[in-house]
């Protein structure tokens, strides 16, 4: 792959964000938090970034800011709309890795690898990351993505966590750990990076 474009996707918690910024290290590649482009243009509803590479999901949407967000998005579509587009040009341009529910349907370029585990075991992983009971991090994580989902299937048409065949490689992240994941993605990425 000449221009090198990797798109990682997943729901929540599943591993997205590490693996990204394990990838862009290993093949110097620009490293983009998709999530955090998008909170920076719903907190300034401007269509410029501040920062198009974004930053490590914090914990910002799992919180209750976040939950309004979502109805200004299925009320708005142009939120959704304008990130893609910049994430489409930003393909384009290339050499790029970048976490995103949207690029692994939506771009005819990259390879594209979906990190799946369970609901369970990616509410814990987020309870510890953002030091959060389980119980509120399922009740955030099951909002988060059934808004998600309506939002999607609405502008796109398709179901978020479906169509999996679109995916040249699925990891599933339930029982391994982040560094089996790691290899896993890098024996895969050898062979066409």
Excluded: P
């Excluded at 914990?59 to 142009?78: I, M, P, Y």
């Excluded at 939120?79 to 384009?92: H, M, N």
């Excluded at 560094?179 to 024996?187: D, G, H, P, S």
């Amino acid at each position: 792959m000449k221009n090198k474009v990797v798109i990682v996707s997943g729901l929540s918690g599943s591993g997205k964000s590490n693996l990204v910024e394990f990838i862009a290290e290993e093949f110097n590649l620009k490293c983009i938090h998709t999530s955090s482009l998008l909170k920076q243009l719903l907190e300034r509803q401007k269509e410029e970034f501040l920062d198009e590479t974004g930053e490590k999901n914090s914990g910002w949407w799992e919180s209750e800011e976040a939950k309004q967000s979502f109805e200004k998005r299925l009320n708005e579509d142009k939120f959704d709309q304008e990130l893609d587009a910049k994430l489409l040009s930003l393909i384009e341009e290339g050499n790029v890795v970048m976490d995103s529910w949207t690029m692994g349907y939506l771009s005819k370029k990259g390879f594209k690898i979906w990190l799946k585990a369970s609901v369970e075991v990616r509410a814990e992983r987020i309870s510890r990351r953002n030091s959060q009971s389980k119980k509120d991090v399922l009740k955030a994580i099951k909002l988060k993505e059934d808004k998600t989902r309506e939002i999607y299937k609405h502008l796109y048409g398709f179901i978020l966590g479906e169509e999996l065949d679109k995916f040249d490689l699925v990891i599933d992240t339930e029982n391994i750990s982040e560094k089996k994941v790691r290899e896993i993605a890098l024996k895969e990425l050898k062979k066409v990076l």
